[in-house]
């Protein structure tokens, strides 16, 4: 069976959830699985294309395989949470949702200019919050070197929006 075979296999589709009619791909079985997990650090690096200075990570789940990769990678892992959810000075990024809007921050020391940045989430939807980060990274002078997913949800066409930074995005497995 292929990794993406194995992973589509551990992912869970829970109907109606967080609302009626969405199916949503639930990760917590594959983060179970610890040679699956493994699996998944291992390839995410293979596939790692140029220089690549730190890894964003993405609250909350962008955190569990990002800083994996990091540390297999030997670069910085950089947080991107949630507003007020940083104990230092940050900078901020407002974004619009379906419904309302968002935003991130990360520390304001966390770039210096010209670094290569990979942008890590569990999954891209509809690509809000990966365009998100990016302008923090930008802001702040850095440079985004490419995305890595675990899961595309190819028909939201997140990644074609997210061509404007990057062309190198990586998912495992899309739907």
């Known amino acids: 069976m292929t990794l993406q ?8 589709n829970v109907p109606n959830f967080p609302k009626e009619g969405i199916m ?14 493994a699996e998944i650090v291992k390839e995410f690096v293979a596939k790692v294309d140029g220089e ?3 890894i964003a990570g993405i ?4 955190f569990l395989f990002g800083f994996s990769i990091a540390m297999a990678l030997e670069v910085p892992f950089i947080l991107i949470r949630k507003k007020g959810k940083l104990p230092y000075k940050t900078i901020s990024h407002k974004y619009d ?13 966390t770039i210096t200019a010209g ?11 509809t690509g809000g919050t990966a365009i ?8 702040q002078g850095g440079n985004i070197a490419g995305y890595s997913f675990l899961v595309d949800l190819a028909f939201l066409e ?12 990586t998912s495992l497995i899309s739907y």
């Open 158 to 169: 997140g990644a074609e929006k997210l061509k404007k930074y990057s062309d190198k995005i």
């Open 5 to 12: 075979e194995r992973i589509d296999k551990a992912i869970r």
């Open 97 to 109: 949702l379906e419904y309302g809007s968002a935003e991130i921050e990360m520390h304001e020391d």
């Open 59 to 62: 609250e909350s789940r962008g």
């Open 115 to 125: 670094m290569n940045v990979l942008v890590h989430d569990d999954l891209l939807a």
């Open 132 to 139: 998100a980060a990016s302008e923090l990274i930008k802001k």
């Open 52 to 54: 690549i200075d730190a």
């Open 24 to 37: 949503f791909k639930d990760i917590t079985p594959v983060l179970e699985d610890a040679v699956l997990s």
